[in-house]
C-alpha cells in the first residue's frame, strides 16, 4: 500500500480542459498566446453534442476516431460507405447522393433527440446547419459546442492525398470560402483578448488546462455554440475527448446499446 501523500502511480494524466463555455484559441499562434505542446484532454457535459468542423482532409475524421466509447460518432463517410455497398459498383454517386443525404440526415435528427454524448462530422461552411443542431439539440436541453480545425488549404490538401480521397474542386473551394470567413471573424475575437489558456501542474501535481482570466464569451457569429476550441495544425494531434457520466435511473438495466445508420 503506497503511503499517504505518496505521488499516485501509473501513466501520467493528460491535462484535461473543461469545456462549458466561452472561446479559447489553442492553435498558437502568434497574437492568441500559447498553445498546448503536450496531449491534452477537452472535456464536455454527458448530455454534450460537439460538432467538430474543417476543410476536408484537417483531420475531423482523424479526431473523432479517439471518440470515448460512451460517445456516438456521426459521420457522413460512414453513411457513404453503407449506401455505396448496396449499389452496383457501375452506377455513380452522384446518382444516389440525395439518398446518401437523406440517410444521413435522419441519423442526425434521431441521435439530435437522444441524451447521450454525440460527436458530429460537420464541414462547417454552412451556419444554417448548425444552427439547426444547436435548435434540435436545445429542444432536449443539450448544449451544443464547436471544434473548429484550421490548418489551412495546404495542409488540407496534403491531408486528402494522404487519404487517397480527394473533395471535388468545387465543393473544396465553396467549404474554404465558408470557413475562412468563419475563422477571421473568430481569429479577430480571439485576439482582442488576453492570451487563452495555458497549461500547467495545479496545486496537487496532477496537470490541468487552467485559464489566465475568465474565458472570452462566444462571438455573434457562432452565437449558437455554447463553446468554441480552435486546434491548428500542430495541437489537432494532442487533443483527446472526455464526456461526464451519465446518471443512470434507479433500477435500470444494461445500458442500452445504439446502432449507427
Known amino acids: 500500500m503506497p503511503e499517504a501523500g505518496a505521488a499516485p502511480s501509473g501513466p501520467p494524466q493528460a491535462p484535461a480542459l473543461a469545456l462549458h463555455g466561452g472561446l479559447l484559441d489553442l492553435r498558437g499562434r502568434t497574437d492568441t498566446g500559447p498553445a498546448p505542446s503536450s496531449p491534452f484532454t477537452m472535456t464536455y457535459p454527458a448530455n454534450a453534442v460537439v460538432v467538430v468542423s474543417g476543410l476536408p482532409g484537417s483531420g475531423k475524421s482523424t479526431l473523432l476516431r ?12 460512414a453513411v457513404h460507405v453503407a449506401c455505396e455497398a448496396v449499389m452496383p459498383d457501375w452506377l455513380p454517386y452522384g446518382l444516389y447522393r440525395p439518398w446518401a443525404r437523406w440517410k444521413h440526415i435522419r441519423w442526425l435528427h434521431r441521435e439530435l433527440r437522444g441524451d447521450g454524448p454525440l460527436l458530429v462530422h460537420d464541414c462547417g461552411s454552412r451556419p444554417w446547419v448548425r444552427r439547426w443542431m444547436a435548435r434540435a439539440a436545445g429542444r432536449r436541453g443539450r448544449p451544443l459546442h464547436l471544434v473548429l480545425l484550421d490548418v489551412g488549404r495546404a495542409e488540407a490538401l496534403s491531408g486528402q492525398e494522404s487519404r487517397g480521397r480527394r473533395a471535388p474542386r468545387r465543393a473544396f473551394a465553396r467549404h474554404h470560402r465558408g470557413l475562412d470567413r468563419l475563422l477571421r471573424r473568430l481569429s479577430e475575437a480571439a485576439a482582442a483578448g488576453p492570451p487563452p489558456a495555458a497549461v500547467r501542474p495545479a496545486a496537487d501535481g496532477a ?40 446518471p443512470r435511473p434507479a433500477g435500470s438495466g444494461t445500458p442500452r446499446l445504439r446502432s449507427g445508420t
Open 66 to 77: 479517439r471518440a470515448p466509447a460512451q460517445a456516438t460518432v456521426i459521420d457522413p463517410r
Open 207 to 246: 496537470p490541468e488546462v487552467t485559464a489566465d482570466r475568465t474565458a472570452l464569451p462566444v462571438p455573434p457569429c457562432v452565437g449558437e455554440a455554447a463553446s468554441v476550441v480552435l486546434l491548428g495544425g500542430p495541437t489537432r494531434g494532442l487533443a483527446a475527448w472526455e464526456f461526464a457520466r451519465l
